[in-house]
Structure formats: C-alpha cells, structure tokens
C-alpha cells in the first residue's frame, strides 16, 4: 500500500518521472521531495560515551584541545560552561576558561 497518491484528486494513477510524479486522473504535477518533507527527528547528539547530550548541560573535556592553530590549548579535564548544541560537526556550542568554542560531541564528556 505505498502507491503514491495525487494530492489533488487522492487517484493513484500516477505516472513517476525522474523528479516529479503526474497525475493520470487530473494531470496535476507535483515534486517528488514533497512527500519527504516532514521535519526532521530531534537531533541526539551524544558525548563519548554515548550519553546523550542537551542543552544546558555542562561537559568535560576528555582529551588536549589544542584551538587557534595550537595558540589556545584546553587541557583534558577542563570544564565548560553550559553547552549549546548546535548544527554541524561541531555540535557542541560553549564557554570555557571564558573562551566561545564549538566542540566535537565526541571530544567531551557530560559532567
Ligand atoms: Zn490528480
């Protein structure tokens, strides 16, 4: 029971092309994206551990972070402030020793 239906007229005559399906019934056309469009599940991001991370949580980091070309390095150990997550592969947005990073979720810990 899959059968793209048209959303016009709710017929399943319909003609699938490359990018788009056509209706047989009523001729209507539509994107074939369009039917994937839900929004995306909650992103889990999750520490190296596999704990799941949220915002407001605090992290520690569990190796040397070495930032700026290696003119700032965060030791293994050091707290952050509560943490931000974010898009990217740097999930992790946060505070430490009073310096903004992004972080990798798999580089920390939670706290
Ligand atoms: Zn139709």
């Known amino acids: ?12 005559d319909v003609l699938e092309h490359a990018d788009r399906y ?11 994206e369009a039917a994937a469009a839900a929004p995306d599940a909650p992103r889990v991001v999750k520490d ?17 972070l070495k930032l700026g070309g290696g003119n700032q390095v965060f030791k293994g150990g050091t707290k952050s402030k509560p ?16 310096m903004a990073i992004k972080l990798k979720a798999c580089f920390v810990k939670k706290a």
């Open 1 to 12: 029971m899959s059968k793209t239906a048209c959303p016009m007229c709710e017929m399943t």
């Open 22 to 32: 056509e209706c047989v019934t009523c001729g209507h056309e539509w994107e074939r």
């Open 48 to 64: 190296a551990h596999g704990n799941v991370l949220a915002d407001g949580d605090c992290v520690v980091l569990i190796k040397d």
């Open 83 to 98: 943490i931000r997550l974010v898009d990217g592969d740097h999930e992790v947005d946060c505070k430490v020793e009073g």
